[in-house]
């Protein structure tokens, strides 16, 4: 869910666990091509080989077919949520969303996000795109699963979403 133009050694690592440990990646048509552009000619440490071999969905109504050509690719149009839902219900590992806000946005207007990884860099731009929606039907609270702060003060959060609250009177499920 976090990109940048530049990372530190320490921060890259980080990502990269988060990627060895993914089943497929999710991404939306320019961060796709960004990293079709660039993958292909990293494949020559295990990480590279790994990241040019994963299943990769890529939603977006404007890429076409014989576009999509880097690894094993298949173009999501039409109904993104329900193609999602989909591909979490089908057996196998984490679908790991990379580099795509507006496709984040969507995941959590439908519930879709099961975890949230950050990565915070100690710079501000002042400007950039919001990871979140504008509006959404209803607050979405989450709960710290885990921090860390590397040795170059970038900080890296796991969030869940929190579990919901049963009203009073009525029976825990989880009880």
């Known amino acids: 869910?976090?990109?940048?133009?530049?990372?530190?050694?320490?921060?890259?690592?980080?990502?990269?666990?988060?990627?060895?440990?993914?089943?497929?990646?999710?991404?939306?048509?320019?961060?796709?091509?960004?990293?079709?552009?660039?993958?292909?000619?990293?494949?020559?440490?295990?990480?590279?080989?790994?990241?040019?071999?994963?299943?990769?969905?890529?939603?977006?109504?404007?890429?076409?077919?014989?576009?999509?050509?880097?690894?094993?690719?298949?173009?999501?149009?039409?109904?993104?949520?329900?193609e999602i839902a989909r591909l979490k219900a089908a057996p196998g590992g984490d679908l790991l969303v990379e580099g795509s806000c507006r496709l984040v946005q969507t995941l959590v207007q439908h519930g879709l996000a099961d975890e949230y990884r950050l990565m915070v860099f100690p710079i501000i731009l002042g400007a950039g795109k919001r990871l979140f929606p504008d509006e959404m039907s209803a607050a979405a609270t989450l709960t710290l699963a885990d921090s860390k702060t590397d040795r170059d003060g970038v900080l890296l959060l796991t969030y869940r979403p929190a579990p919901a609250e049963v009203p009073a009177g009525q029976p825990d499920p989880a009880a």
């Open 1 to 82: 869910m976090t990109t940048t133009l530049r990372r530190k050694r320490s921060a890259h690592a980080a990502a990269s666990a988060r990627s060895w440990n993914a089943a497929e990646v999710s991404t939306g048509r320019v961060a796709y091509q960004g990293f079709a552009q660039a993958w292909p000619s990293m494949g020559t440490d295990e990480f590279g080989q790994r990241m040019n071999s994963i299943p990769t969905y890529v939603v977006s109504s404007t890429l076409a077919d014989d576009q999509a050509t880097s690894g094993q690719t298949t173009v999501i149009r039409g109904d993104v949520a329900a």
